[in-house]
């Protein structure tokens, strides 16, 4: 795995070896939508640089394009989201989501 060292001292995990670290097990329901609708009048889009695996995608119209099927159930989009009914978040259902590898 190749690191990169930051200015504050914490070495950065690439993208790619973030994704090597876990499998998915897909499960049809998804355990997170986004109402891009909501998301229009939203000035941070701060789910856009907070989630880990690049799952909120900004569009021309001001929406976000989600898909939840490689998330790693860390919470983060939800704690940082800034518009009340957004993101409506759930765990996935017994037996689906990350898996996380050792190493
Ligand atoms: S932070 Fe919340 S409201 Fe803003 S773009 Fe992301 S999901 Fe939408
Ligand atoms: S729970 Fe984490 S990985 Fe999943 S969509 Fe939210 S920020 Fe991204």
């Not at 001292?9 to 897909?26: I, K, N, P, Q, T």
């Not at 889009?45 to 799952?55: H, M, R």
């Not at 995608?57 to 159930?73: A, K, L, M, R, W």
């Not at 989009?77 to 800034?82: A, G, K, N």
């Amino acid at each position: 795995m190749s690191v990169h060292p930051t200015p504050s001292g914490w070495s950065e995990v690439s993208f790619e070896d973030r994704m090597a670290l876990v499998d998915f097990r897909l499960s049809s329901r998804a355990h997170i939508t986004v109402d891009g609708d909501a998301c229009r009048g939203c000035t941070t889009k701060a789910c856009v640089t907070a989630c880990p695996a690049n799952l909120f995608v900004p569009v021309s119209d001001g929406s976000i394009v989600f898909n939840y099927e490689q998330c790693f159930e860390c919470g983060t989009c939800y704690l940082v989201c800034d518009e009340s009914g957004a993101i409506t978040w759930t765990y996935p259902d017994g037996g689906h989501g990350v898996v996380f590898h050792k190493s």
